[in-house]
């Protein structure tokens, strides 16, 4: 397993070009990462002196625990509970929640009604907007910050993203007939496990893509005209996956030459107890512990955003990563909708689109 490009994608290094020329490769984000600081309206006091502090916090922690984003303190001022919660006055509020008569006249001298963040921050530039209102709590998450800003790919990596963007324009153009083209990547070589265009039916090039998949892993259930690559025999690798036509342009097309094709074969029950470590280790790539399984660790490239049907599909096979270079109309992971977004999915893959 190459444990730099894993480390890479979690742990990007800080100083990193963003771009090579003019390709680009932008995170879709969940509207959680972009949207406006929503505020609320908040009762806070400004204490006499900063010797009640200590009182006024421990009670307010205990009776009122409110505002785990925010600082409970800014010099004398403290945030005493949401406006919205006061039923009646704010020291009938504070009685009901049984806070003690020296603290309570301490918060009803000097009250305002202040706005403040309604929520905790998930990116530093909503931190620093977030800020300018009242001082807030931030854990940065170094991941989403490098997703945000484009600096989660090693430039070897963009490269190879950049490649398979041209990539699916020569398939979709020179053996497609235009139609939307799928591949499918093995990110650890990285190695092309299995390709598939619309074809002739009224399947969806991502359905079909699905299945060349599972026929890399000796399934596949879609009956269909198209020739397969047949394997050698005692292979450790295999190109069930990829359609002839497919790979005899690869093969043809000189700037090819260097790609990497085929996938990793599934593991026997046995192979899988091998490489199963003792340590249960949630963060290890189930692709390294147990082998190709459904699409597992795999990233897809597409020519065109996916369907909802077809997003839904990715979602079930367990795809790592989907990467595409056009929007279409009734697209599922930016244009109609962001099903990548979506908490209650039990699977989440990331997405990203190609600007060139
Ligand atoms: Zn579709």
Redesign the pocket.
């Known amino acids: 397993m190459d444990n730099n490009e894993i480390k890479d994608n979690l742990c990007p290094p800080a100083t990193k070009k963003i771009k090579i020329d003019n390709f680009g490769i932008k995170a879709i984000l969940s509207d959680d990462y972009k949207k406006d600081i929503e505020l609320m309206q908040v009762h806070s006091c400004q204490l006499e002196s900063k010797q009640q502090l200590q009182a006024v916090i421990k009670e307010l922690a205990l009776k009122l625990p409110h505002f785990q984003h925010l600082k409970r303190v800014h010099d004398r001022n403290v945030l005493i509970c949401p406006s919205d919660d006061i039923k009646e006055t704010l020291e009938q509020h504070l009685k009901l929640h049984q806070i003690s008569d020296n603290v309570l006249k301490a918060l009803c001298r000097n009250v305002n009604v202040i706005e403040v963040p309604a929520s905790s921050a998930k990116l530093r530039v909503q931190y620093e907007k977030m800020s300018k209102f009242w001082p807030c709590k931030f854990h940065p998450d170094k991941y989403a910050e490098s997703l945000q800003n484009g600096s989660n790919f090693t430039d070897s990596q963009r490269a190879y993203h950049k490649r398979m963007a041209e990539l699916l324009w020569k398939l979709s153009k020179d053996v497609s007939k235009g139609q939307n083209v799928g591949i499918c990547v093995d990110p650890r070589r990285p190695s092309i496990v299995a390709i598939a265009g619309d074809g002739s039916s009224h399947q969806?090039?991502?359905?079909w893509l699905v299945d060349h998949v599972a026929r890399s892993q000796r399934g596949g259930a879609w009956q269909s005209d198209v020739e397969f690559v047949k394997d050698e025999p005692h292979t450790k690798s295999t190109l069930s996956g990829l359609p002839q036509i497919f790979y005899d342009y690869l093969k043809q097309d000189a700037a090819c030459q260097d790609l990497s094709l085929g996938a990793e074969l599934p593991r026997r029950e046995e192979q899988q107890q091998q490489s199963e470590p003792v340590v249960e280790d949630i963060h290890a790539d189930n692709l390294c512990k147990y082998g190709p399984y459904l699409c597992t660790g795999y990233d897809v490239y597409l020519l065109r955003e996916?369907?909802?049907?077809?997003?839904m599909a990715l979602v079930h096979s367990r795809v790592k990563r989907i990467f595409f270079l056009e929007q279409s109309e009734n697209g599922a992971l930016t244009s109609k909708f962001q099903l990548h977004a979506v908490k209650e999915l039990n699977h989440h893959y990331e997405v990203f689109q190609f600007t060139m």
């Open positions: 969806h090039c991502v359905m996916p369907c909802l049907m077809c997003s």
